[in-house]
């Protein structure tokens, strides 16, 4: 399985965490709960800024 890990900013609490870009789940902040990523299908659907990607697979 091919994918990329980023290191999201979660827009509320401004927390880092790092979601897989094919996430089949949806994905919180640990923080402040704000919903990070939603599943798609396929690529997940990334609600914050993307500070830098982790691992490409």
């Excluded at 704000?34 to 599943?39: I, N, S």
């Excluded at 659907?45 to 990607?53: A, F, Q, R």
């Amino acid at each position: 399985m091919a994918g990329n890990f980023y290191k999201v900013q979660c827009p509320d609490c401004e927390n880092e965490q790092t979601v897989f870009g094919k996430a089949a789940s949806e994905i919180n902040c640990v923080v402040c709960g704000h919903k990070l990523a939603t599943p798609t299908g396929g690529k997940a659907e990334i609600d914050g800024d993307v500070v830098e990607t982790i691992a490409s697979r």
